[in-house]
């Protein structure tokens, strides 16, 4: 970008550094994180950068249509759209969609949500149906599950979804 200067800016935030891109006008005026190329097709280049081959999903594998679910199985929104995607859009549409999950834990905000997503994953190794299943168990009772019984449930729901419970 000849308008722009690229610097390099090393941040450290206790758990590790990490390098960042920032863009500077030549005048010195502005400071981006990013450039957007306002001449591109943002669709293509979502397509290139989502990747959903070997993910959990529900649907057909051909369908038209696909939607790409980031979910932290602990927050509130994120069931509320999990039963919208289950109970309303699948019914209705659900020869011409397919959804794909991915965990998306926002374990800075949510105490026990990286403990879901790895369960999650493991509830993977049992098979699809039996992960599809443990997703739905983890959003309905959501609520029951705390900090300190976040193990137990996550065993229990796992078990219930068809899980072995030495592989979660």
């Given amino acids: 970008f000849p308008e722009f200067l690229e610097t390099q800016i090393t941040m450290d935030d206790g758990r590790g550094k990490r390098a960042y891109s920032f863009f500077v006008s030549r005048d010195g005026r502005y400071l981006m994180e990013g450039v957007f190329r306002l001449t591109a097709h943002p669709e293509n280049d979502v397509l290139q950068t989502v990747i959903v081959d070997g993910e959990l999903f529900e649907g057909p ?3 038209g249509v696909t939607i790409v679910e980031y979910a932290d199985l602990q927050c509130a929104a994120c069931a509320k759209m999990h039963t919208f995607l289950k109970s309303q859009l699948l019914p209705r549409f659900g020869s011409r969609i397919k959804i794909v999950y991915k965990e998306f834990p926002l374990a800075h905000v949510h105490d026990w949500a990286l403990q879901g997503s790895l369960a999650s994953q493991c509830a993977r190794e049992a098979g699809p149906e039996t992960a ?4 739905d168990l983890i959003f309905a009772h959501q609520s029951e599950i705390n900090k300190d019984n976040a193990r137990d449930k996550l065993l229990e729901y796992s078990e219930q ?3 072995d419970r030495s592989q979660v």
Avoid: I, N, V, Y
């Fill in 61 to 63: 594998a051909s369908a």
């Fill in 132 to 135: 599809l299943r443990f997703r």
């Fill in 161 to 163: 979804a068809g899980a």
